[in-house]
């Protein structure tokens, strides 16, 4: 008779969804609160969950991709049906970076979907190709089901945002707290992701390859980051004399001091690597794509005469890498452990002159880099403006090793990169370093470097952003005010989109530039408008006494350093194969 009477505790979809997700790990969620969602921030809120409210829809993406690409576990962004149109170019910068965003759409409702509902959109089908899964839940019983099997599919194989629509009706409506529950699987906790571990006979075959080369390369991807591989990429690397190169725009996997790493896998942010890649005799590309940074695996990048050889982690990056001569199923750390254990046998003992020319290489390359802008700054045409790599230089010494830098922009960035690698190789030991993905997108800056701020509130956060930049996404800067995490803001202000302007001045028969010019803004004193620390720098002898005095402000700063506009070598190249008609 007692179990009889026993009352059933109901709580609101919303609150379902939100206990489902901190039952996963979830401790972070990013938003810009809305009525379609208070049942899930009611149940975030019970279930003392933190969350971080934004002054915009597609900042909350950014916070929550930050936020996932640092720590290496997917938070959430949680919008209303017209934030979710806000928010789709942050799922689409995750979905470059492979970076298992947990995106949540409180949605019109269920029960009157295709008749008009308010705000009604159907956001399903826009996040599908951005994401590895979009669906809307439609039955509130299997709330705890939909985010077992979104967070499953983000983790797993080749990670990736996920998106879940929770229509308003199933939002407000109660169900048993236990609902779902009856059935398999019975634990709802986060499982470590699967990997995938090597077939012998075929793991033996690569590295049968490795042990007859000359002249190997280890370049490393997306998915060296995503398995936690980057500490034997660099052993790999070290013990074995294989030079090493990270392909462009994806998560740093080493730093730049790291004896074995290069640069970039970029022939025009980092020169050497042209000559690396042509007389390489074997290239191990390990969790990345051959896609257009990588010219589809074909020369002049890669030329014909090396072998070309991708591990990947999942199915989906071997069929995606079908150039290759040569495939491997497995996940990095795996086959990394495997190369650094054949090279303690001794099976594999590659000639180290190849190493040490790599690094002499990267020696003569850091001096000329740095000797050729000296040069090209001290000349009169110049006018003693600021070269934009002098100032990401400034910077850096500015800072101490373990801060973060973020950078963000155009040509800032491509020079930005370009300066980290002078900097790495004299000594710079960067915590870690955030930037726009594969596809480049604008005003991210702000967003990464206050993620990078709250899970490194004891380090210094520095964001290098073009004014382009800045004003693209700058609003997110309420987010560092609003929960007091104080970073650093050195604006590149050249005017106007110099990264756009210098391309069209080589492209219009007039020679001239046109819509890419801004008035001259004072950064510097928004920031202290909004209660922060802001200075303006002309000259160059001014810059690092004005980057340490913002550190040390303890506020949420800006240095607005007036620059010279240079096209930077990358932007100079594609500048010149897309005017002879290809932009790939």
């Not at 077992?148 to 797993?156: G, L, M, W």
């Not at 080749?158 to 939002?171: E, F, N, Q, R, T």
């Not at 090209?376 to 045409?381: D, G, I, L, R, V």
């Amino acid at each position: 008779m007692a179990d009889e009477m026993k009352t059933t505790t109901r709580i609101r979809g919303g609150a379902l969804l939100a206990r489902a997700l901190q039952e996963k790990g979830v401790e972070h969620v990013f938003t810009l609160a809305g009525g379609f969602c208070n049942p899930a921030l009611e149940g975030f809120m019970e279930a003392q969950m933190k969350v971080i409210n934004c002054p915009h829809e597609q900042i909350a993406g950014h916070l929550a991709d930050g936020h996932t690409r640092i720590t290496r576990k997917p938070a959430v962004c949680l919008v209303g049906p017209e934030g979710f149109a806000n928010a789709v170019p942050a799922m689409m910068e995750a979905w470059g970076e492979r970076s298992p965003v947990i995106f949540v759409t409180g949605s019109s409702t269920l029960k009157r979907q295709g008749a008009g509902g308010f705000k009604e959109i159907d956001d399903v089908a826009i996040a599908e190709p951005l994401t590895k899964y979009s669906v809307s839940i439609t039955d509130g019983e299997r709330i705890n089901e939909f985010v077992d099997r979104a967070y499953k599919i983000a983790v797993n194989g080749y990670p990736g945002a996920v998106h879940l629509s929770l229509p308003v009706d199933i939002m407000f409506s109660s169900f048993d707290e236990n609902a779902g529950r009856q059935e398999r699987p019975f634990d709802l906790t986060a499982q470590a992701p699967a990997r995938a571990w090597p077939e012998p006979v075929r793991l033996q075959a690569v590295l049968d390859r490795i042990a007859a080369a000359k002249r190997p390369v280890l370049i490393g991807g997306h998915g060296v980051w995503w398995s936690g591989g980057e500490a034997l990429l660099e052993e790999a690397g070290r013990s074995l004399g294989i030079p090493i190169f990270n392909i462009p725009y994806h998560q740093k996997l080493l730093g730049e001091e790291c004896e074995a790493y290069m640069g970039l896998a970029d022939v025009h942010q980092y020169h050497p690597s042209a000559d690396a890649f042509n007389d390489s005799d074997l290239i191990l590309m390990i969790g990345a794509r051959l896609d257009n940074q990588m010219n589809f695996g074909n020369a002049p990048l890669f030329p014909a005469t090396t072998t070309l050889c991708c591990i990947n982690g999942s199915h989906e990056e071997i069929d995606f890498n079908r150039a290759a001569d040569v495939t491997l199923l497995s996940d990095p750390g795996a086959f990394l452990q495997a190369l650094i254990d054949a090279g303690k046998s001794g099976s594999i003992a590659p000639d180290r002159s190849w190493y040490d020319l790599n690094r002499q290489r990267r020696d003569a390359w850091v001096a000329k880099m740095i000797a050729d802008v000296e040069a090209e700054a001290a000349t009169p045409e110049f006018g003693g403006r600021i070269h934009p790599m002098q100032l990401a230089l400034d910077v850096q010494q500015a800072m101490s090793d373990g801060d973060w830098l973020v950078i963000d922009g155009g040509n800032t960035h491509f020079w930005s990169e370009i300066a980290v690698n002078l900097a790495g190789h004299n000594g710079r030991k960067l915590g870690g370093i955030l930037h726009p993905g594969t596809f480049s997108m604008l005003g991210v800056g702000v967003s990464f470097a206050v993620s990078a701020k709250n899970v490194h509130p004891d380090k210094n956060v520095v964001l290098i952003s073009g004014d382009g930049a800045f004003l693209s996404g700058g609003l997110s800067i309420e987010a560092a005010f609003q929960e007091k995490r104080p970073i650093t803001v050195i604006i590149d202000n050249n005017g106007g989109l110099d990264c756009i302007s210098q391309q069209q001045e080589r492209l219009f028969e007039s020679g001239t530039h046109f819509a890419t010019d801004f008035r001259d803004i004072p950064f510097h004193s928004m920031f202290e408008g909004l209660g922060g620390h802001g200075e303006l720098v002309t000259r160059r002898e001014d810059i690092i006494p004005a980057v340490q005095r913002a550190m040390a402000s303890g506020k949420t700063a800006c240095v607005n350093v007036k620059v010279k506009g240079v096209i930077s070598p990358i932007v100079l190249a594609t500048t010149s194969k897309r005017d002879k008609a290809s932009i790939e």
